[in-house]
């Protein structure tokens, strides 16, 4: 299925998010068992850790966004 109907996995974090989709990384297979089932989408910053992360949360995932993924 193609569009808004899927469903969303995000990965949202540091470095550890950011990197996972590296050779053989953890994101990477994570994407490869939802392949056709769910679309996984990477924010991850390096670097960043929760504090920085909960300030910009609403830029990363606007509550006005028409498709909003899962938390």
Not at 30 to 44: E, K, N, P, Q
């Amino acid at each position: 299925m193609v569009g808004p109907g899927r469903p969303q996995i995000v990965l949202f974090g540091s470095s550890i998010v950011q990197y996972s989709f590296a050779d053989s990384g953890w994101g990477a297979s994570l994407a490869d068992i939802y392949s056709r089932t769910a679309d996984v989408i990477l924010r991850g910053y390096a670097g960043w850790n929760s504090r920085f992360a909960v300030k910009v949360l609403d830029q990363v995932f606007p509550k006005d966004a028409v498709l909003q993924p899962l938390l």
